[in-house]
């Protein structure tokens, strides 16, 4: 069995939270959309309590999460070049990752990753392979996040542009393997990177999962 690296509290609070807005999402009698009010309630404190977060930020955030509760997609490109790994650094919090983000309504996910590629490295790309679906709680990826995550990693290849800064990047790089700076391990982690890197080597091998 693989770890969980979310607290406990974590994947506690996000079962309550997703249980909650399922029921909200169905529920017609007003007693039970009382009841799972409530619960949500209970998720929020938990959270809130356990994060050192404002009560009135979580209600916020779950109020927001309406419909059927499913993972959210992020999706990352891998592009190489000269055996260098293509990394761009957050001006969020100044580490390095793989160019990536959410994946949009309306987008395909080989969509999803060339169009944030291009964002925040202003190089244009096309999807070759998916290499790997991560769920980002069974991986050291911190701080740990109030929703659940599936990671998408694609192979790209480039077909144009140039490197160009983003509003969310302060610079792009390619980086040897020995050579990888540090990273902002919210995005992506050096077990990640490494893995990546011997999908390289092995273009054969199959895609990685869980």
């Not at 392979?129 to 050291?140: G, N, Q, W």
């Not at 911190?142 to 302060?170: Q, V």
């Not at 020995?178 to 091998?205: A, C, K, M, N």
């Amino acid at each position: 069995m693989s770890t969980n690296y979310d607290p406990q509290w974590l994947q506690w609070a996000k079962q309550l939270q997703a249980i909650a807005q399922i029921g909200l999402t169905y529920a017609q009698n007003p007693y039970d959309v009382e009841r799972y009010e409530a619960i949500r309630q209970v998720a929020a404190e938990m959270m809130a309590t356990a994060s050192a977060t404002a009560l009135s930020r979580v209600l916020d955030l779950f109020a927001g999460e309406v419909g059927y509760a499913t993972p959210k997609i992020d999706t990352r490109g891998v592009v190489f070049r000269d055996e260098a790994l293509l990394l761009v650094k957050e001006i969020s919090d100044g580490g390095w990752t793989l160019p990536g983000g959410w994946a949009d309504v309306n987008d395909s996910p080989s969509e999803a990753v060339v169009r944030e590629i291009f964002e925040e490295s202003g190089f244009q790309t096309w999807a070759v392979k998916l290499l790997a679906v991560y769920d980002r709680s069974k991986h050291p990826h911190t701080p740990p996040f109030p929703y659940h995550i599936y990671k998408l990693f694609f192979r790209c290849e480039i077909t144009g542009g140039m490197a160009t800064r983003s509003m969310e990047t302060a610079d792009i790089g390619f980086f040897r393997e020995h050579e990888i700076p540090e990273l902002s391990i919210s995005r992506v982690t050096p077990g990640q990177i490494t893995r990546l890197f011997e999908h390289y080597r092995h273009p054969d091998w199959p895609t990685d999962f869980d």
